[in-house]
């Protein structure tokens, strides 16, 4: 069993940058691969970044390519989605995720946090 906490969500101006950060409870974190993902209201969820449980492979959404980065620090059982060059289409709750393997797809991951809102404004 993990239990994922996320943080860092709130409100920037286009542009500007943020951090969020995912922390897990339990022993195995570094044999999960860690996700984020976001979501609008009657939007599906969709996926962000992703990252191995060693951290030697990342994936990305074409749409963050570039601007956002995805690590973790397996030691404080932490992953981090840091945002830069937020755009208004950005805006969105913001979840991690924990999986077996690194996927893309929502269904692939066991274990959710509860979100956190990031709001971009123009």
């Known amino acids: 069993q993990v239990q994922l906490v996320d943080s860092g969500g709130g409100l920037v101006q286009a542009g500007g940058s943020l951090r969020l950060s995912c922390a897990a409870s339990g022993r195995t974190f570094s044999s999960y691969a860690m996700g984020w993902f976001r979501q609008n209201a009657g939007k599906e969820r969709e996926f962000v970044a992703a990252v191995s449980g060693s951290a030697r492979i990342t994936y990305y959404a074409d749409s963050v390519k570039g601007r956002f980065t995805i690590s973790r620090d397996n030691a404080k059982n932490t992953v981090y989605l840091q945002m830069n060059s937020l755009k208004p289409e950005d805006t969105a709750v913001y979840y991690c995720?924990?999986?077996?393997?690194?996927?893309?797809?929502?269904?692939?991951?066991?274990?959710w946090g509860q979100g956190t809102q990031v709001t971009v404004s123009s």
């Open positions: 995720a924990a999986a077996p393997v690194a996927g893309t797809a929502p269904h692939e991951y066991d274990y």
